[in-house]
């Protein structure tokens, strides 16, 4: 995990530094197009929580991302981190908890509907690693497999350079697909 922030942000300097260096007129770079990070809540398919109202999975969720630009296209990498909440109300809980990591890479554009409100649609490929306690064996049971990311973003514009807005999004693989709602915050970086 150290190495993924410690190669994130020299991928970020590296960016910002090519960024600084190019003439303003010129729209045919790669550059970095914004920062964001968030937290929310996800609910999933996997487990059903035993008792009268059978929850689903859920828990809540941290997100961050990195977008570049060419010309009207956005690639991104994202990272989500979710655990379950286990709330034992109806007795079943096995003490601990499951919990998923998502890193995505993705395509996406974006669509300005006022001055201050965007919309930015993503989509790509990512891996999605899950792990659930085995209660028999003590340990964490882990499972990794390819998801396929859909990702919308409603962003108000509400300073020069900064953003907030939700952010649902969906990761669809064979294991456990997810849902998630999250509140998220961006800085435009031009």
């Not at 045919?28 to 929310?40: D, Q, V, W």
């Not at 059978?54 to 690639?75: C, D, E, I, R």
């Not at 709330?87 to 990591?101: K, L, P, R, S, V």
């Not at 990512?126 to 990311?149: C, F, H, Q, R």
Request: hydrophobic share 40%; net charge negative.
């Amino acid at each position: 995990m150290k190495k993924l922030i410690a190669l994130s942000m020299v991928l970020l300097l590296t960016m910002n530094y090519i960024n600084g260096q190019e003439s303003p007129k010129d729209k045919n770079k790669l550059k970095i197009k914004s920062i964001t990070a968030g937290f929310g809540i996800y609910s999933s398919d996997l487990r059903t929580i035993d008792g009268p109202f059978g929850f689903n999975q859920a828990g809540p969720t941290l997100s961050a991302g990195l977008s570049v630009a060419y010309k009207k296209h956005l690639f991104s990498l994202d990272i989500d981190l979710g655990i379950d909440v286990e709330i034992n109300i109806f007795g079943g809980d096995d003490g601990e908890n499951a919990y998923f990591n998502s890193y995505d890479i993705l395509y996406g554009r974006e669509f300005s509907i006022f001055k201050w409100l965007r919309v930015e649609a993503h989509t790509g490929l990512g891996l999605y690693l899950y792990k659930d306690w085995v209660a028999s064996e003590s340990d964490y049971d882990t499972k990794a497999v390819i998801g396929i990311p859909v990702d919308l973003r409603f962003m108000i514009d509400s300073s020069r350079g900064f953003s907030f807005g939700i952010n649902p999004e969906i990761n669809f693989n064979k294991i456990n697909t997810t849902y998630m709602g999250n509140i998220v915050f961006q800085y435009r970086f031009n």
